[in-house]
């Protein structure tokens, strides 16, 4: 029997007054993989990515994480829920007057009640396991180059060893070499640590080398595929972002 999925999305509509963003939506994540979500502006990607984390509650539909609806929760549950994800928000979300371990260790006082010896010897773990040097542990946040930055909010969002990561654009600003290192930082950890991903990126380097599947959003609702699937795809906006000139030379690139 094949493993249920760590995420069930259906039928989910979400409005926000009169604007109707998403209409029907159906989405499955499977455990263990990588999926990228895409979509033009204004499609309700990082709204997406807030109702799977408990963070906006969505018009009509049902959605699972994990099996359970972060909606629906009592405060100990949800507590408990969050715990087994992690997020990385676009600009890092980093508290600027704390220090690296500072940040990470942040979660670690909100949900534990680890003594402070041991959480400190797990942010530097978490340091080491992002790539960062030792010596950034002490520096703050304006002191670290952008690739730098979203490494320590990746080290953050891994803090209390989740099941799913959620990335929202973690690419973004950042040089080809560092988002290449960034990239295979990923891979590295989604084998190390079995981790299900969940990456809403417009990187198309990205969504074609580290993703499994990648879900589009295109009239208000999610079609799903292989790189390959979604490049013979009939619809205008998948076709015209696969099969571009900048589409085109990424995949030839890569080979895909």
Partial sequence: MSEPPVITVSGLITRFGEQVIHQGLDLEVKRGEILG???GSGSGKSVLMKEL?????????TLRVLGHDPHTQDMREAEALRRRWGVLFQEG???????????????????TDLSIPLRRDLAAIKVALVG???????K??????????????????????PEILFLDEPTAGLDPISANAFDELILSLRRSLGLTVVMITHDLDSLITICDRIAVLVDKRIVTGT???????????????????RGRAVLARTGS
Avoid: T
């Avoid at 013979?232 to 015209?240: E, L, M, Y």
């Fill in 140 to 161: 703050h946040p304006s002191q670290l180059s952008g690739g730098m930055k979203k490494r320590v909010g990746l080290a953050r969002a891994l803090a209390l060893d």
């Fill in 132 to 138: 960062l040097p030792p010596e950034a542990a002490d």
């Fill in 53 to 61: 984390i408990g963070l906006l509650r969505p018009a009509a539909g």
């Fill in 37 to 39: 979500i895409v979509g």
């Fill in 93 to 111: 979300a980093l508290f600027s007057a704390l220090s690296v371990a500072q940040n990470i260790l942040m979660p670690m006082r909100e949900f």
């Fill in 227 to 245: 790189v390959a699937e979604l490049a013979q795809h009939g619809h205008p906006w998948i076709r015209d972002y696969f099969n571009g000139p």
